[in-house]
């Protein structure tokens, strides 16, 4: 089974290209255009166990407000495309991940009902030029595209780096054990019959 996807978006104020295999290695290659962004992308890559291609181009003179969204647009279709009808896999997936003084976790069900929660705050506003707005923008977006159901509780911290490293690292991680093929499971996992 090959489950991939690619896609090319572009706007007025975003050009992307993005491809992903949910059964790779965790090899990323990043060009975003949006630094702290593209660290995130590599290590959600990396823990994931997921291959990850995205080539940005978006108005960050600006701010980097659209270019994040749109990646994470992107990157929710992604993963909807790639799953594919989602037969035999696991469904569900937690992942709790500290991060030196921080502490996230993140609650996934592919559930083909998009939904978004998070709870907790950053301390900073901007972690280096980044506006830590901008996560809860990228991480609604994609569970949005995705038809995922996603959950993010940010315990504690004092590090606004450490604690968004945390959660996209939980991320990947729940993302991960939930798109796994289950043997056991036969069809989809749901008494509808459908997901």
């Keep these: 089974m090959t489950r991939t996807a690619e896609i090319t978006r572009n706007t007025n104020e975003t050009k992307?290209?993005?491809?992903?295999?949910?059964?790779?290695?965790?090899?990323?290659?990043?060009?975003?255009?949006?630094?702290?962004?593209?660290?995130?992308?590599?290590?959600?890559?990396?823990?994931?166990?997921?291959?990850?291609?995205?080539?940005?181009?978006?108005?960050?003179?600006?701010?980097?407000?659209?270019?994040?969204?749109d990646i994470g647009i992107c990157l929710g279709y992604l993963f909807r495309e790639a799953l594919g009808d989602k037969k035999g896999i696991k469904r569900y997936g937690?992942?709790?991940?500290?991060?030196?003084?921080?502490?996230?976790?993140?609650?996934?069900?592919?559930?083909?009902?998009?939904?978004?929660?998070?709870?907790?705050?950053?301390?900073?506003?901007?972690?280096g030029t980044f506006d830590t707005e901008l996560v809860y923008e990228f991480l609604w977006k994609f569970a949005l595209e995705a038809r995922i159901n996603l959950h993010v509780i940010?315990?504690?911290g004092q590090n606004t780096h450490h604690m968004i490293e945390a959660v996209f690292k939980a991320m990947a991680r729940a993302l991960d054990e939930a798109v796994v093929i289950d043997p056991r499971v036969k069809g989809v996992p749901s008494t509808k019959g459908m997901l």
């Design 16 to 69: 992307i290209t993005a491809q992903l295999a949910i059964d790779g290695e965790g090899k990323a290659e990043l060009d975003t255009g949006v630094p702290f962004l593209t660290h995130m992308l590599d290590l959600f890559a990396r823990h994931g166990h997921f291959d990850l291609m995205v080539k940005a181009d978006g108005d960050t003179e600006v701010d980097d407000h659209h270019t994040t969204e």
């Design 94 to 127: 937690s992942a709790l991940i500290p991060m030196d003084d921080a502490l996230a976790q993140v609650v996934v069900d592919l559930s083909n009902r998009p939904h978004f929660e998070m709870k907790g705050s950053f301390p900073s506003a901007k972690t």
């Design 154 to 156: 940010i315990h504690y």
